[in-house]
């Protein structure tokens, strides 16, 4: 299942995760979403999304490894995939039918939020 990650760019952008090249997905603290990072699997897709000033999915990542041992506080490992050629606005997604009723817009603060694969495949068309 892919999976939109959501960072405010000015504290941890998708270029910082081109450079570093690989990071732990942290700082997330609603139950929920700790729930979706606990549930992540190695090689699932991911996207992206700068929140604040930015309001766009932005770049394409996968899961390295997952230690979800300790459910409280899952230890998701990410690598970059690519940028978008065309980031992804949050009102082109909220005008999109493919989200039609998804968690993106019914729980708008979750910081990881499940995708379909037509959404998945919707952000990078």
Known sequence: MPYL??????SYSFSDLERD???TWDGVKNPQALMNLAGMK???KLVIYHTVTEKAAVGTAHVVSVDASNPKSP???IAPGKRLKQPKTLAEMREA???KGSLLFRQFRLSVVPL????YD???G
């Open 97 to 99: 039918p493919v989200f």
């Open 21 to 23: 090249k690989e990071t």
């Open 42 to 44: 190695k090689g699932e």
């Open 5 to 10: 990650l959501k960072s405010e760019p000015e």
């Open 75 to 77: 230890v998701v490992r």
């Open 122 to 124: 919707w952000l990078l």
């Open 116 to 119: 379909t694969d037509a959404q």
